[in-house]
Nanobody, 111 residues
Framework: QVQLVESGGGLVQAGGSLRLSCTASRSIFTDMVWYRQAPGKQREFVARITYSGSTTYVDSVKGRFTISRDSAKRTLYLQMNSLKPDDTAVYYC???????WGQGTQVTVSS
């Protein structure tokens, strides 16, 4: 079974930027997704990218976040700009249609 390892989280001030990475143990030929879970809230969809590169986003991050993938590096990215305190959460990558999740990376945005 494929394994996913996330990195890139941290503490940033509001208005700042972070780039999350999710590296897979083998090539993935299907959609990949970023989710996030804030304290006391349910896990929510953030962004999705198909193998061919088509993308969708939750309305709250449109224009601020960009999902991308580098198949040669087996890596999924989430570029996050203009961060807000409401973006504070643990971010998870996910292989669509599977039960494969990364371990999560914490993003904290201070006001």
């Amino acid at each position: 079974q494929v394994q996913l390892v996330e990195s890139g989280g941290g503490l940033v001030q509001a208005g700042g930027s972070l780039r999350l990475s999710c590296t897979a143990s083998r090539s993935i030929f299907t959609d990949m997704v970023w989710y996030r879970q804030a304290p006391g809230k349910q896990r929510e969809f953030v962004a999705r990218i198909t193998y061919s590169g088509s993308t969708t986003y939750v309305d709250s991050v449109k224009g601020r976040f960009t999902i991308s993938r580098d198949s040669a590096k087996r890596t999924l990215y989430l570029q996050m700009n203009s961060l807000k305190p409401d973006d504070t959460a643990v971010y998870y990558c996910y292989v669509f249609g599977s039960n494969t999740w990364g371990q999560g990376t914490q993003v904290t945005v201070s006001s």
